[in-house]
């Protein structure tokens, strides 16, 4: 079996989407459904430009999305640098806006740490979830964005103290972003902690788009909101060369990288059905060929050799990506 399918619903509302308002967004939540995709994942943050339109959308939507899972995470100012975002007081307000938006008095199903708080201390970080856990207003809690150390320290306290350990870590892992396998992997299996893939697509990098010089318009685009920060985040010339040889040879064994990257981390990578991994859509047409390229199935076994190419490729400067 593969990991599960989450649908990222971070590009709601976002500028260049099709998912501007609740009759789109109804839409989309069909599509979803008749593709047997059962699990939404947002947060008080999303879109990045407009914080809470995601959650508030899936809310307009209620008679669709009640049928959802639904994850959604604390809110973080991304201008600053995560202090005071995981004080009681903070994640308990976060969690209850999120709830009165989503129109989902019920609770969620994970309430995430979207990133690290540097400042606050980790037992009261804990503490403030299992809050929420007692309130009803979510069943578990999970963490993203946060350094093994400090996950090993968080986990330590919650063992030691009895308290409830998160299920999830939501972290970066796709063909170019391998680094979760070394350092953060193991801890996550030494605690029975769950991973949830996020950037599966490198952000539309592993299209191929952008180092064929057809960006234009797409998510990397220029004109894009969040195009300037894709493009420096894969921008170094090592990663460009790398992608570069791998999108010709992917294509002259009738392949695309986009479908190569889909199907090794839903057949080839370390995650299990335990796991999952989120995959978002400005259009619908992306996640209905996303889960085409899924049920395709493990890749041949001469396209591997060029996976792991890659990744050597690579590693130098992306080693330390999680």
Known sequence: MAPQVVFGTAGLGLHGTAFQGASSVKDLLRMLRDLGISRLDTGARY???????????????????????????????????????????AIS??????????????????????RADPTTPLEEQIQGFAEQIAQGRCKTWGVSNMRPEVLEELLRLCEENGWPKPSYYQGTYNVISRGMETKLWPILQTHNVKFVAFWALAAGFL??????????????????????????????QDVLDAVKKFDTETRALGLTPLEVAVRWIFHHSKLTDDDCVLLGASKVEQIVE????????????????LVEELWDGVKETRGEVI
């Open 290 to 305: 996303n889960v085409a390229f899924i049920r395709k199935g493990p890749l041949p076994d001469n396209v591997l050799p």
């Open 47 to 89: 879109p990045p430009l407009n914080p809470g339109l995601s959650e508030q959308l899936l809310g307009e939507a209620r008679e669709l999305s009640r049928d959802f899972v639904i994850d959604t995470k604390v809110y973080t100012d991304a201008k600053k640098d995560g202090s005071g975002d995981l004080t009681l007081e």
């Open 207 to 236: 299209t191929g788009n952008f180092v064929n010089g057809q960006h234009a318009g797409t998510r990397m685009g220029d004109d894009n909101p969040l195009g300037k920060q894709i493009q420096k985040m894969y921008g170094s």
């Open 93 to 114: 307000t976060s969690a209850y806006g999120s709830l009165q938006r989503l129109k989902r008095p019920e609770g969620v199903n994970v309430l995430y740490i979207h």
